[in-house]
């Protein structure tokens, strides 16, 4: 049994999502859904809430599992100690046992301006739905937030748990529309005024912001969250192909920028992404959490069970 999680095992058959031709959710096919129950989150460290849960605490509990023993004190249950152990080291020891507790997952969409280039909001949108169900399948509490300008359209999903609650938040993740242009720093300030407990942020956003994270990240570590920070971005902004004298417009303030031959600049460009994509890794694991980038052009097949899987962000 891993240190650092566990879960009670689940018959398959009481798992199963969907069982016949009926296409749950567009944002991917039922063969793809039936590998992704299969699925569970690995987090880093044990931030878990006092409730009943899959995964393990840190500290002594209820369960028939035995986990360590440690000294008598005053007050402890008599019911606990370890008689065996006394008789023949005439001291007292108490028994310890491992405690299931409630991971708490919550999820943050980027869904400004800049995501709806190069199918990023699809791929954030598919990455979301996949680590929700992931999370609701092995009874943890999902909340999901979009950060977005939409009048009128939803912005969060309420925390749930249970299978009960899987087709509330395919819902929510299918409409959720792109626009508008607030920072990811400011909407997790925003989502932390609304959450309670502890477990994973997942940070799904292509992270093109002018301000400095820092503080940001701090908020959800002080929060109890582990920071998982997944960039997704598109084949235009990993390679992209620029000659000439060009006129650049930022898609969410409207800023214009005139630049003179545009193929020089390049190079800067790579050096600037690399660097900035070196900073925000070191800044996730830092706090004991998990940074990666993608191509938005991969599949999310590709990036579940390959690329995530191989760096240990989910286990199968």
Same mark, same amino acid.
């Given at each position: ?6 879960? *009670? ?78 008789? *023949? ?35 954030? *949108? ?52 792109? +626009? ?15 959450? *309670? ?36 971005? +598109? ?82």
């Amino acid at each position: 049994m891993s240190n650092c999680l566990a879960r *009670r095992s689940v018959p398959y058959e009481k798992r199963t999502v969907t069982t016949d031709n009926t296409q749950l959710t567009p944002l991917f096919p039922n063969s793809t859904l039936n590998r992704i129950e299969r699925m569970r989150l690995n987090p880093m460290r044990r931030l878990t809430n006092r409730s009943r849960g899959e995964h393990l605490s840190g500290k002594g509990g209820g369960s028939t599992d035995f986990a360590d023993y440690r000294d008598y004190a005053a007050g402890d249950d008599m019911r606990y100690v370890d008689w065996n152990i006394f008789a *023949r080291l005439h001291r007292p020891y108490i028994k310890q046992f491992l405690h299931e507790e409630e991971l708490h997952v919550v999820i943050m969409i980027d869904a400004s301006t800049s995501m709806l280039f190069d199918d990023k909001l699809l791929k954030a *949108r598919q990455l979301a739905a996949a680590f929700g169900m992931m999370g609701l399948l092995n009874v943890e509490r999902v909340s999901v937030y979009a950060i977005h300008q939409q009048e009128g359209q939803p912005w969060k999903l309420p925390p749930g748990t249970g299978r009960q609650k899987i087709r509330p938040l395919l819902k929510f993740v299918e409409g959720i529309e792109g +626009g508008g242009n607030i920072p990811v720093e400011q909407a997790i300030e925003t989502m932390l005024r609304f959450h *309670r407990g502890r477990g994973i942020a997942i940070l799904l956003s292509d992270f093109l912001t002018f301000s400095d994270l820092s503080r940001s990240l701090n908020l959800l570590f002080s929060s109890g969250l582990e920071v998982w920070g997944l960039q997704i971005l +598109g084949e235009s902004e990993i390679n992209p192909t620029l000659d000439g004298d060009l006129r650049f417009v930022d898609s969410e303030s409207g800023e214009t920028l005139d630049v003179t031959n545009a193929g020089e600049l390049m190079s800067l460009y790579h050096e600037h992404r690399n660097w900035y994509q070196e900073t925000l890794h070191k800044q996730c694991r830092s706090r004991n959490g998990r940074f990666t980038s993608i191509n938005s052009s991969a599949t999310v097949e590709e990036v579940l069970f390959d690329t995530l899987s191989r760096q240990g962000w989910v286990l199968r």
